[in-house]
């Protein structure tokens, strides 16, 4: 009688589950990567939402001295905590992976041209900035 092979030998379980952590060994990181240039991104995205307000109020003869002049909230976002200054808006990243815990997107607004420039600081690489504000 000719006995059938039922079910996986040990080799062929321990081949699947090498491969599985080789992909595993490329793919956490990456997804790491990506989670720090997202949470970067969306920071961008509430900061620069106030560009508009400040400028509206320092043309209208104004100086802006804090948050409350331009309507922004003084309380953390779920990505910022934000900032208003005379010629500043400033995120400080908040709730973000280890790669870019500590960083700060600010916007600068040159007095004289009215031309605002955006720099990044405190990220872990520069490869994380957004393109449109590279890392310092």
């Not at 948050?67 to 400080?92: E, F, V």
Request: charged share 15%; net charge positive.
């Amino acid at each position: 009688m000719k006995q059938v092979q039922k079910g996986f030998t040990l080799i062929e379980l321990m081949i699947v589950v090498a491969i599985i952590g080789i992909l595993a060994a490329i793919a956490i990181p990456a997804y790491s990567d990506y989670q720090s240039k997202a949470k970067l991104a969306a920071g961008l995205a509430e900061v620069s939402g106030y560009k508009t307000a400040h400028e509206l109020f320092t043309n209208d003869g104004g100086t802006v001295s804090g948050n409350g002049d331009i309507s922004m909230p003084t309380t953390d976002t779920a990505n910022c905590g934000l900032t208003a200054a005379a010629t500043t808006l400033s995120c400080a990243i908040k709730n973000a992976p280890t790669q870019v815990g500590s960083a700060t997107i600010t916007w600068t607004r040159n007095a004289t041209t009215g031309v605002w420039s955006c720099a990044t600081t405190g990220a872990s690489d520069k490869k994380y900035a957004p393109k449109s504000c590279p890392q310092a």
